[in-house]
């Protein structure tokens, strides 16, 4: 173990002494304790996955906190009541990895799944699980389904990723809507990147590019050049821009049992962190909503069969676009 901690001092050696003695304490203790963590809770998650409850349609909002969520509850009626769950990542890569495992396979083959969210690929098809960086005494042993073993797996980031946008929310209803009226799988789940930044609800609204606060969204709250009470305005309007394509979604899809829920929540200083730093424990990040309704089709929507706007984007720059750079 000693050679092979002296290997890892070499690879981080550099980030170390950029990063001042201080942090470097604070970075190397907080690897550590994800080496601990993931060693764990690979084998035995901690939190509640989705399976272990009873829905057809599981709508998940990236980065969703619940304060918010209640904050605006009200101008929705098939928000009726929020509970908080504990969810089994702060992270999406560590959410995906503990949610989808060999344990609800059978599931998992009843299963289509509409994802803006890029980590599916590293996760699912790449084998890359967490943590994002290793220390040697980090034996994690994630059991995760791969991509094909879904009843049905569209990543709509491949191919519906407008610059400057990330995944519009519009995409994934639509395609949920698809895959709602022309599969026969038992169990349906939408993935929506929002309110997860960029924040991106005026910018669409106005047919513009995001500016620099609504591009960066948390990262500029930390750097303090973006005051936390425009802040929370911005976040608060990207989850308004999402629900309300969840109440155009729940129009126009059948599922007796809805669920809406995040797979994590957003730090805005607390504990000193911004963003959902994986392996976090903080309530924010890691208490997530849990909504129930239900959803008839309508037919009040037609999904759009137009080219997708797209641009030729790799998962590295999808990722790059949402913040993880």
């Given at each position: 173990?000693?050679?092979?901690?002296?290997?890892?001092?070499?690879?981080?050696?550099?980030q170390?002494?950029?990063?001042g003695?201080k942090?470097?304490?604070?970075?190397?203790?907080y690897?550590?304790?994800?080496?601990?963590?993931?060693?764990?809770?690979?084998r035995?998650p901690?939190?509640?996955?989705?399976?272990?409850?009873?829905?057809?349609?599981?709508?998940?909002?990236?980065?969703?906190?619940?304060?918010?969520?209640?904050?605006?509850?009200?101008?929705?009626?098939?928000?009726?009541?929020?509970?908080?769950?504990?969810?089994?990542?702060?992270?999406?890569?560590?959410?995906?990895?503990?949610?989808?495992?060999?344990?609800?396979?059978?599931?998992?083959?009843?299963?289509?799944?509409?994802?803006?969210?890029?980590?599916?690929?590293?996760?699912?098809?790449?084998?890359?699980?967490?943590?994002?960086e290793?220390?040697?005494?980090?034996?994690?042993?994630?059991?995760?389904?791969?991509?094909?073993?879904?009843?049905?797996?569209?990543?709509?980031?491949?191919?519906?990723?407008?610059?400057?946008?990330?995944?519009?929310?519009?995409?994934?209803?639509?395609?949920?809507?698809e895959?709602?009226?022309?599969?026969?799988?038992?169990?349906?789940?939408?993935?929506y990147m929002?309110p997860?930044?960029?924040?991106?609800?005026?910018?669409?609204?106005?047919?513009?590019?995001?500016?620099?606060?609504?591009?960066?969204?948390?990262?500029?709250?930390?750097?303090?050049?973006?005051?936390?009470d425009?802040?929370?305005?911005?976040?608060?309007?990207?989850?308004?821009?999402?629900?309300?394509?969840?109440?155009?979604l729940?129009?126009?899809?059948?599922?007796?049992?809805?669920?809406?829920?995040?797979?994590?929540?957003?730090?805005?200083g607390?504990?000193?962190?911004y963003?959902?730093?994986?392996?976090?424990?903080?309530?924010?990040?890691?208490?997530?909503?849990?909504?129930?309704?239900?959803?008839?089709?309508?037919?009040?929507?037609?999904?759009?069969?137009?080219?997708?706007?797209?641009?030729?984007?790799?998962?590295?720059?999808h990722?790059?676009?949402?913040?993880?750079?």
């Amino acid at each position: 173990m000693g050679a092979s901690f002296r290997q890892w001092l070499r690879e981080h050696r550099e980030q170390f002494h950029d990063d001042g003695p201080k942090r470097c304490a604070m970075h190397g203790a907080y690897t550590a304790f994800l080496g601990g963590w993931y060693t764990l809770t690979s084998r035995r998650p901690i939190g509640r996955n989705v399976y272990e409850e009873e829905w057809d349609l599981l709508v998940v909002l990236d980065a969703c906190r619940v304060d918010v969520l209640e904050a605006v509850a009200d101008d929705y009626d098939f928000v009726d009541s929020i509970d908080r769950v504990l969810s089994v990542g702060s992270h999406s890569r560590e959410w995906l990895a503990g949610t989808f495992t060999d344990d609800w396979r059978n599931e998992i083959a009843r299963t289509a799944m509409v994802t803006g969210n890029g980590h599916t690929q590293a996760v699912f098809f790449d084998d890359e699980f967490p943590p994002k960086e290793t220390v040697p005494f980090c034996r994690p042993n994630w059991n995760v389904v791969d991509g094909d073993d879904f009843g049905h797996l569209e990543m709509v980031w491949q191919d519906d990723h407008p610059e400057g946008y990330g995944v519009p929310p519009r995409s994934i209803t639509d395609r949920t809507i698809e895959a709602g009226r022309e599969g026969s799988h038992d169990r349906l789940i939408a993935h929506y990147m929002q309110p997860h930044i960029p924040y991106i609800a005026e910018a669409m609204r106005e047919d513009r590019e995001p500016t620099e606060d609504e591009a960066r969204g948390w990262k500029r709250l930390e750097s303090g050049d973006l005051d936390a009470d425009t802040h929370w305005d911005l976040y608060e309007a990207n989850l308004r821009f999402v629900l309300d394509e969840v109440d155009l979604l729940l129009e126009n899809v059948d599922a007796e049992r809805v669920a809406i829920t995040a797979d994590h929540g957003n730090a805005f200083g607390e504990w000193g962190a911004y963003g959902h730093p994986e392996g976090f424990l903080h309530p924010d990040v890691r208490v997530v909503p849990w909504v129930e309704a239900s959803a008839s089709d309508t037919g009040s929507h037609t999904p759009d069969d137009r080219e997708r706007d797209t641009v030729d984007t790799s998962v590295e720059e999808h990722l790059e676009a949402l913040g993880y750079a």
